[in-house]
Nanobody, 133 residues
Framework: QDQLVESGGGSVQAGGSLRLSCVAS?????????MAWFRQTPLAKEREGVA?????????YYADSVKGRFTFSQDNALNTMYLQMNNLKPEDSATYYC????????????????????????WGQGTQVTVDS
C-alpha cells in the first residue's frame, strides 16, 4: 500500500507549467514532518533535492536551478504537499519524488530538515515530468 502518492506529472512545452501533488496516507501525517521534493534523471546516480520544508511552513531549501520558478506549498488538512512548477525548461525533465521524514533537528531556534535523499525515510513512487523544447 502506497503511503505517499504523487500525481500531476506529464509532458509540457518549454515555458509551460505543471503542479505536482503528493498525498500522505496509511497513517502518515504531514504534521511534524520534514517534506521534500526530489528528482532524478535516468543517468543520475543520486536524487537531486528540489525543495525542502518543515510542516510549520518553513521552506528551507530550493535548488538554485529552480529558484524563482518552483514553489513548494502544503495543505496539512488534506495531508497534501504540492510543487508548482512554472517556466519549465527541458533540463527539468526527470522523475519527481515526494518524501517525508520525522527526523528534524532543533537547530538555531528552528526545526531543521536534511536536504539529502538519504535523510528521508518515506517515499512516493515518482511521477514523470517531460519538458519538450
Amino acid at each position: 500500500q502506497d503511503q505517499l502518492v504523487e500525481s500531476g506529472g506529464g509532458s509540457v512545452q518549454a515555458g509551460g507549467s505543471l503542479r505536482l501533488s503528493c498525498v500522505a496516507s496509511g497513517g502518515y501525517s504531514l504534521g511534524g514532518a520534514c517534506m521534500a521534493w526530489f528528482r532524478q534523471t535516468p543517468l543520475a546516480k543520486e536524487r537531486e533535492g528540489v525543495a525542502v520544508a518543515y510542516s510549520d511552513g518553513d521552506i528551507q531549501y530550493y535548488a538554485d536551478s529552480v529558484k524563482g520558478r518552483f514553489t513548494f506549498s502544503q495543505d496539512n488538512a488534506l495531508n497534501t504537499m504540492y510543487l508548482q512548477m512554472n517556466n519549465l525548461k527541458p533540463e527539468d525533465s526527470a522523475t519527481y519524488y515526494c518524501a517525508i521524514t520525522y527526523d528534524a533537528t532543533w537547530t538555531g531556534g528552528r526545526w531543521t530538515c536534511s536536504r539529502a535523499a538519504a535523510g528521508f525515510r518515506i517515499w512516493g513512487q515518482g511521477t514523470q515530468v517531460t519538458v519538450d523544447s
